[in-house]
């Protein structure tokens, strides 16, 4: 059965109940829905707290997708618990929102950085303190005074238009994590040859 995924229509949302599904040879706890984003994409998954109806508390260091599909998520505790659940039996959900948040703003960083250098992005990574992204691009190297010199002077309502609107870019340069920041993964391109490819 699949796994609601409720980070994909609000991605500021912290918590929620859930019913088990069942567990996985693994020990990763299927709900029925969950905010804890599965790791994909360059992103790796949330953590956070799964709490039963009698208060125990699971710590959750991993969520995955079960399936090629990506269709339904398992929540791996941190360790061994012993507890077994019944299928339906009642949880609540809630992720470690700081880290989460820093992600998302990472995520931003990136998008906005693939904005300012005019190159196929092939691949990524986001992390909560840095991020990567890969590029394909023609010349041998990078000028960095002209990259700094374009990300001063980006003016986001004008230029690349789309990705102004899709990542919230302001008048006054401010942003804000929008929705397509939870694990969606910037638009990707095969590189043309693997000695173009540069890592920023």
């Known amino acids: 059965m699949a796994t609601d995924c409720l980070f994909r229509e609000d991605s500021y949302l912290k ?14 706890i299927v709900l029925d829905r969950t905010v804890f984003y599965a790791a994909s994409g360059g ?13 125990d508390a699971i710590p959750i260091v991993n969520a995955g997708y079960t399936d090629p599909e990506k269709t339904e998520i398992a929540h791996l505790p941190a360790a061994t618990t012993g507890l077994q ?24 960083a990136l998008h906005l950085l693939s904005a300012v250098l005019p ?28 990259i700094n010199q374009k990300a001063r002077g980006h003016d986001c309502g004008r230029s ?3 990705l102004a609107l899709d990542h919230g870019c302001r008048a006054r340069g401010s942003t804000r994590p929008d929705q397509d920041h939870v694990g969606q993964a910037p638009c990707r391109y095969r590189p043309r ?3 173009r490819n540069r890592r920023i």
């Not at 992103?43 to 208060?55: E, I, N, S, V, Y």
């Open 119 to 146: 190159y196929a992005v092939t691949g990524g990574a986001v992390g909560d303190a840095e991020g990567r992204l890969d590029f394909d691009i023609p010349e041998a190297g990078l000028d960095k005074d002209e």
């Open 15 to 28: 918590e929620c109940d859930a019913l088990v599904l069942g567990q996985t040879e693994a020990g990763g």
């Open 85 to 108: 659940f019944k299928v339906g039996e009642p949880v609540h959900a809630t992720i470690d929102w700081s880290l989460r948040y820093a992600r998302m703003r990472m995520h931003t």
């Open 160 to 162: 690349r238009g789309t």
């Open 193 to 195: 040859a693997a000695d």
């Open 43 to 55: 992103q790796p998954a949330d953590r956070g707290m799964l709490t039963t109806a009698t208060g």
